[in-house]
């Protein structure tokens, strides 16, 4: 029996940055390197709250939050800012394009799957520290949701140190 070949061409990493986002980083990195595909940083700031309220609500007619809009659109960009910063601390400036970290705002599932889709991604990498109480169940959702909903192949490295 004859295998089809896989040929990854394009990797979307996304992490929240917890304890083992580096390892994770490195599985993406390596099997990027192995295919010569491109990698694609992604972080996402969860405002799905935030969104909610205020459109739902219809606050964003008020002119404070315009203002507010402003703001966030501003911490967005310090936060890309300082999460490129850590990229290059931690591995240096050759490993990632600066114009392939991103950081999106809004609901972490549909923002992954959304990033993956615009960019013609083919893998998406994505680490799970099992934790206990509340944080747990959150990144386990994330994490199981993305599994559940996306078209293409997740791999989720699990931090095995522990």
């Excluded at 459109?55 to 800012?81: H, I, M, W, Y």
């Excluded at 998406?124 to 559940?148: A, C, P, Q, Y």
Aim: aromatic share 8%.
């Amino acid at each position: 029996m004859k295998t089809p070949e896989i040929k990854y061409e394009h990797i979307l990493y996304t992490t929240e940055f917890s304890q083992n986002w580096k390892d994770v980083f490195y599985h993406a990195f390596n099997i990027a390197n192995q295919y010569k595909a491109r990698l694609t940083f992604l972080h996402v700031l969860n405002t799905e709250l935030i969104d909610l309220l205020t459109f739902d609500v219809g606050l964003e007619r008020l002119p404070s939050v315009e203002k507010k809009f402003s703001e966030a659109k501003d911490f967005t960009t310090n936060v890309q800012k300082d999460i490129v910063n850590k990229i290059i601390e931690e591995f240096g400036d050759e490993v990632l394009d600066q114009n392939n970290i991103l950081v999106e705002r809004g609901n972490p599932v549909k923002t992954i799957l959304k990033v993956a889709e615009e960019n013609k991604c083919d893998l998406i990498v994505m680490g799970f520290k099992g934790r206990s109480g509340n944080e747990d169940s959150t990144i386990g959702d994330t994490v199981n949701r993305v599994l559940h909903k996306s078209k293409l192949p997740v791999l989720v490295v699990h931090n095995i140190n522990d």
